[in-house]
């Protein structure tokens, strides 16, 4: 059981969630790390739960310590004890998950043997922010976890019915500042699909999200 717990699991990994797409990497971001806070008070059950580990923000974009991310996402903290748990269980997709919330802690979720709850918490916490802050012009940026630990930079481009994104960096989860592209030939990253028409807002969205849910077990690396 114990084996399971632990090698089930995505702590430790850390994800640098942007708060607009204005002008990456220049907007304000969050840090977090998914991590364990404990067990689960009366037994023996871990949790897990995101904390934020760093920032860059303007002012009124802070709100409540490591609850932050949820308020940003929820548009603010007004209610976010209760709000914030159906929050979680629709960000995890299951609506009988028992959600912990309480205190400037995220929530925080049992860590069973499933895989899914954290990576839907992380998808869905990036997929809202991209629905509701993000722009799909042409010359706007849009960052998309594609490794267990790296995201690629694409820069959306156009014509007068279609668009579609060209790869122009790829950076470690953690670079938020996007100071250290990593030595990767772009050519390598495929895009067939990368393709739309103008205003297809939801299927764009829905691919990326797809891209990103099976970036956690990718077996690719762009550094071997």
Do not use: H
Request: glycine share 8%.
């Amino acid at each position: 059981m114990k084996q399971q717990v632990k090698t089930n699991n995505f702590l430790g990994r850390e994800y640098t969630f942007y708060l607009s797409n204005y002008n990456l990497p220049d907007d304000s971001f969050y840090l977090y790390r998914l991590y364990s806070p404990g067990l689960m008070k009366g037994t023996t059950t871990p949790l897990f739960s995101l904390e934020k580990i760093g920032e860059r923000t303007k002012p009124g974009q802070g709100y409540d310590q490591d609850r932050d991310l949820l308020s940003y996402v929820m548009g603010g903290k007004e209610g976010i004890d209760q709000k914030g748990i159906e929050w979680v269980k629709n960000a995890v997709r299951n609506e009988n998950a028992v959600v912990l919330n309480d205190g400037t802690k995220f929530p925080r979720l049992p860590l069973e043997f499933t895989r899914d709850n954290q990576k839907n918490l992380v998808c869905s916490l990036r997929d809202t922010i991209r629905w509701k802050y993000y722009r799909f012009f042409v010359g706007r940026k849009v960052d998309i976890l594609w490794t267990p630990t790296e995201f690629v930079v694409f820069e959306f481009k156009g014509d007068d019915t279609n668009l579609w994104l060209e790869p122009c960096g790829v950076y470690k989860n953690n670079d938020y500042l996007m100071q250290n592209p990593l030595p990767v030939d772009l050519k390598i990253i495929k895009c067939d699909g990368f393709r739309w028409e103008k205003g297809k807002t939801s299927d764009i969205n829905q691919t990326i999200r797809r891209i990103e849910w099976n970036s956690f077990d990718s077996k690719f690396r762009f550094i071997r």
